[in-house]
């Protein structure tokens, strides 16, 4: 492991860690930079998380921040009010034969064909 490895190890170890803590935008800035550094070296996340003594996934996310179409901003809806659906009837005969989407009076035509 080298020098800037173990300055960062220690730095992240004093850390506050829990749910909702934020880490130091400065540290955060420098642990991005020498992780993307390693990754383009050949490095897997996994051996750069045991580098920085991380449990976590957190760098990882760090250096590949979500897309803009995962992102949970509000956006505008439209309420459309809802027309009733037509009930429709399906018919399976024993053999496996099935017929979808026919109303009362058409499944009830073809049961009188198929007798």
Known sequence: ??????RLRSE????EKGRGKRYPAELQG?????AKGRRAAGASWQ???RELGQKFDTVRRWCQPCAPSRTRAL????IISEQPAAR????????GFRVEGLTVSEAAALLRAIG
């Open 1 to 6: 492991m080298n020098y800037e490895a173990s």
């Open 88 to 95: 429709s009837v399906s018919v399976v005969s024993p053999s």
């Open 47 to 49: 051996q750069i998380k």
């Open 12 to 15: 992240l170890a004093r850390v």
């Open 30 to 34: 420098r642990v991005v930079a020498w």
């Open 75 to 78: 956006v505008p809806v439209q």
